[in-house]
Nanobody, 118 residues
Framework: VQLQASGGGLVQAGGSLRLSCAAS????????MGWYRQAPGKERELVAD???????NYADSVKGRFTISRNNAKNMIWLQMASLKPEDTAVYYC?????????????WGQGTEVTVSS
């Protein structure tokens, strides 16, 4: 399974960005899909995730500002980010939980950088 993330960039505080992530390859069943981020000098943290049934979960720091969505048929997820703050600056990674009849693995995308200027 390969993940391709896109949509990062430089934006001023208060602005918006939309991240996209597409999964491809030999896909059997994708369960949870999510976005994580890692700021310089910090550990990677969960931003938001969404189950195959559409249940969502958000980090407290992004609740009310970010929205995660997915299209199961296209194996894609998006992260709509609004009211961005400088502290949202990080490399954002998409991840999926992929299940076959025998295995259950997590796959990561390559990361897309988001920089929010004050």
């Amino acid at each position: 399974v390969q993940l391709q993330a896109s949509g990062g960039g430089l934006v001023q505080a208060g602005g918006s960005l939309r991240l996209s992530c597409a999964a491809s390859g030999s896909i059997f069943t994708i369960e949870d899909m999510g976005w994580y981020r890692q700021a310089p000098g910090k550990e990677r943290e969960l931003v938001a995730d969404i189950t195959d049934r559409g249940s969502t979960n958000y980090a407290d720091s992004v609740k009310g500002r970010f929205t995660i969505s997915r299209n199961n048929a296209k194996n894609m997820i998006w992260l709509q980010m609004a009211s961005l703050k400088p502290e949202d600056t990080a490399v954002y990674y998409c991840a999926v939980v992929h299940r076959t009849l025998q295995t259950r693995n997590i796959y990561w995308g390559q990361g897309t950088e988001v920089t929010v200027s004050s």
